[in-house]
């Protein structure tokens, strides 16, 4: 599956996109961000403090209980901040 | 109804905005323009968003205005990239036969679009530091209010 990253996370993380294979046991948003913290101290650092990384599967908004099952395109990123 | 949905970064024209809102049937115009606000030593205001999900998530706010309020018309358009203070950021217009349902449901629309479409803020500053704009409880209040 696609994995973006948006403003401070994509900064933290170091890169916009990337392709990942989770393991089938990573079922759900909030697995999803516990595997990809293990990535390395940028993931670490972006997801710290996961009551401010909000996500979208397949650009919807998903709250951290969401299924990732089929998900061609994950987004994470900070509470939005336009208008 | 008339819906017309514009992410950009070229700026747009307010007034020519509210004219395409006015036609047959139509009482009362409601708009509002965002402008970036120079609290001393903005240099700029980096406007970044999720292609795709954006368009996605203001046409969901639209629908949801126009299954409240009787709209004849809706515009939205957000401006993305680079702005210097002064500079336009959004521009919201609705257009009904009365003024209640034009006037709610520009602020309801500015509201949600604040919390609920995927734009964030960074702001560049004269000293050359910038930083991300953190979200405001205010803002998820007052979108709140409308539920």
């Known amino acids: 599956m696609r994995v973006l990253y948006f403003a401070w996370l994509r900064e933290k993380i170091g890169l916009g996109a990337e392709e990942i294979m989770p393991p089938p046991a990573v079922e759900t948003v909030g697995a999803l961000i516990d595997w990809l913290r293990a990535r390395g101290p940028g993931y670490a650092a972006a997801f710290a403090e996961q009551k401010l990384v909000r996500c979208a599967v397949d650009q919807d908004f998903a709250g951290p209980e969401a299924a990732i099952a089929g998900a061609q395109e994950i987004a994470f990123f900070p509470p939005v901040t336009g208008g | ?147």
Not at chain 2, 55 to 73: C, D, F, G, H, T
Not at chain 2, 80 to 98: E, K, W
Request: charged share 20%; net charge negative.
């Open chain 2, 1 to 147: 109804m008339n819906i017309r949905i514009f992410v950009q970064e070229a700026d747009f024209d307010a007034g020519a905005e509210i004219m395409l809102l006015n036609g047959l049937g139509v009482g009362g115009i409601g708009s509002f323009i965002g402008t970036v606000r120079d609290s001393g030593g903005l240099a700029a205001l980096w406007l970044e968003h999720y292609p795709g999900m954006t368009e996605r998530a203001v046409e969901k706010i639209v629908a949801q205005a126009a299954a409240r309020w009787p709209l004849l018309a809706c515009t939205v358009i957000h401006r993305v990239g680079r702005l210097t203070p002064a500079q336009n950021i959004v521009f919201v217009g609705a257009a009904s036969a009365h003024r209640e349902a034009a006037l709610s449901a520009t602020a309801f629309l500015i509201d949600w679009l604040k919390t609920s479409a995927p734009f964030w803020k960074r702001e560049e500053f004269l000293s050359g530091s910038s930083e991300w704009v953190a979200a405001k409880e205010t803002d998820e209040a007052a979108a709140r209010g409308w539920l």
